[in-house]
């Protein structure tokens, strides 16, 4: 199984497959059949999404996770040592939940943008490493100078902007930079 299959391998996808399996079983459809379908499902754009792999390093969009819930859920299908970018308005978040998957899986925590400081708080004990970035540049840079090979950099905000933009302009700045660290480092 690779990193991406580990990574978005999810509750629901299980709960999906079972239930594919039970249908062909009452259907006579061929395992085979199944099998091709579910992995060609394609993940949904900066939900759990599969970046780029950069010196050993790879790099996940999930800027759809603007919330805790939907953060915890990605931290549960990961498998390896996570760097973690989150942060924006924090101000409603209850990270509780949350603390027991940081602990376990995330190596160091690089948070975005101004308005963090319950973020911090919540995860200072949980995470040895927890750095500032002002943008998604900083942010890229600085979480790429943490990873070590085999890392999983995951920006994962938990959080909504608190810039005004939506998941969908975070994410794609997300990826602009991790491809533009992408080309400096193949130079």
Not at 115 to 131: H, M, P, T
């Amino acid at each position: 199984m690779t990193y991406f299959e580990e990574l978005t391998n999810t509750r629901q996808r299980q709960s999906n497959s079972m239930a594919a399996s039970i249908s062909s079983q009452i259907l006579q459809i061929r395992k085979e059949s199944i099998k091709q379908s579910l992995s060609d499902l394609n993940t949904i754009s900066h939900r759990q999404q599969y970046i780029a792999t950069v010196d050993g390093v790879m790099y996940y969009d999930d800027s759809r996770a603007e919330n805790v819930n939907a953060t915890w859920f990605t931290f549960q299908n990961i498998v390896k040592p996570v760097v973690w970018i989150a942060g924006g308005d924090d101000s409603m978040a209850d990270f509780r939940d949350l603390k027991p998957e940081v602990k376990k899986k995330v190596r160091a925590m690089v948070c975005i943008g101004e308005g963090n400081a319950r973020l911090k708080k919540a995860f200072v004990k949980e995470v040895d490493e927890v750095y500032e970035a002002a943008n998604m540049e900083e942010a890229v840079k600085t979480a790429a100078l943490l990873a070590a090979s085999d890392d999983i950099v995951l920006f994962s905000p938990a959080c909504k902007s608190a810039m005004g933009e939506d998941f969908a302009q975070r994410g794609d700045s997300f990826i602009d930079n991790v491809k533009r660290l992408q080309n400096e480092h193949r130079q």
